[in-house]
């Protein structure tokens, strides 16, 4: 039998409850993965409350790292033994999605990886980095990918560019190691001094405390003369002063919606410069890969916050639901 979590979509995190299921024989294509961690996604609590996803049950959770137990008769691109580590849109590979692909989401749309055993096609898995455990390798199918894409697969930046990023959650810390390894320079926001003094150990070049200072743009402004990309995570909360926050020529991303939602009313006029605002949903395949071999050729190691034991998966959604992570929380399957 399978170990697998379920949540009732619209009841919340209570709703979460162990579940056994009977292994089903491997389509041709098909690879059966044992979980050894699962990471968790600020999307996770959006999918428990009804608010992201479908179904009325779902098996949540999209990040995560497992090893090839067995492989359909038609594989060829994996054998068994192999690390893997399922793409968050199984059917986007590369290119521009079309509405079918991104119909289809782990965790989501469709089951997730939060189990002790997950079945995929082949098309849907990439190899882990060799350089990560399998508690790292289970932190960026979402995460990663979308700081990925945010950073580097919208427009070019140059090294010495400036980044402002909002936040020290999964996709935020992500998006401060990578830009660190790839020579920019990051401006990390937070709440918190603890985490600003943390973010700023991983390479940030600046931090700013918006608590104490509200008008956090204007002080973007004055350290980096502007940024050229912005991580907007909080949404319709942020969305006016990480503009103005921007230099002429700067972009602003959204990736998220923590502060005050996801519907963003924008005067047209702050775009004025040109600046520039565009949105991102993680990414593909081919995203996912370029990701593997930038991790595996920098070393990037990514920012954990907590490691708990599968039993104990209901602690990973509290500890993320407090708001209080710097890094991804993790839910370990197996002995690291």
Not at 150 to 173: C, K, N, P, W, Y
Not at 312 to 327: I, K, T, W
Request: with cysteine; charged share 20%; aromatic share 6%.
């Amino acid at each position: 039998m399978n170990n697998v979590y379920r949540i009732r979509r619209g009841e919340g995190v209570a709703s979460l409850h162990l579940d056994h299921v009977q292994d089903l024989p491997l389509l041709p294509d098909e690879v059966r993965i044992r979980m050894h961690a699962v990471s968790l996604n600020f999307r996770d609590l959006l999918v428990a409350k009804g608010q992201m996803g479908a179904g009325d049950v779902r098996i949540p959770a999209s990040d995560g790292a497992g090893e090839v137990v067995e492989i359909g008769s038609a594989v060829t691109r994996f054998a068994k033994g192999d690390r893997v580590v399922p793409t968050f849109f199984p059917e986007w590979l590369a290119g521009a999605p079309d509405d079918a692909a991104l119909s289809k989401s782990l965790g989501g749309n469709v089951d997730g990886v939060l189990a002790e055993r997950f079945v995929a096609k082949e098309s849907a898995l990439v190899r882990a980095p060799e350089s990560l455990t399998w508690a790292e390798a289970s932190t960026f199918a979402c995460a990663g990918v979308t700081a990925w894409h945010a950073l580097f697969g919208i427009g070019s930046l140059r090294e010495g560019d400036h980044v402002l990023i909002q936040g020290t959650g999964g996709v935020s810390t992500w998006a401060l190691q990578l830009a660190v390894a790839a020579g920019l320079r990051p401006t990390v926001l937070s709440s918190s001094d603890e985490k600003l003094q943390r973010a700023k150990a991983l390479g940030a070049a600046h931090g700013i405390n918006y608590a104490n200072e509200p008008a956090w743009d204007a002080r973007v402004q004055d350290l980096t003369g502007g940024a050229h990309r912005v991580l907007d995570v909080g949404g319709a909360g942020t969305i006016a002063r990480s503009i103005a926050s921007t230099r002429a020529g700067g972009t602003v991303v959204t990736i998220g919606g923590v502060s005050g939602g996801f519907a963003l009313s924008i005067d047209p006029f702050a775009l004025v410069g040109p600046r520039s605002v565009t949105g991102v949903v993680v990414g593909s395949r081919a995203m996912t890969e370029a990701l593997v071999a930038f991790i595996d050729e920098h070393r990037v190691k990514p920012a954990i916050d907590r490691v708990v034991p599968f039993r104990e998966a209901a602690s990973a959604y509290a500890r993320l639901e407090s708001g209080q992570p710097f890094g991804k929380v993790v839910v370990a399957i197996s002995d690291p």
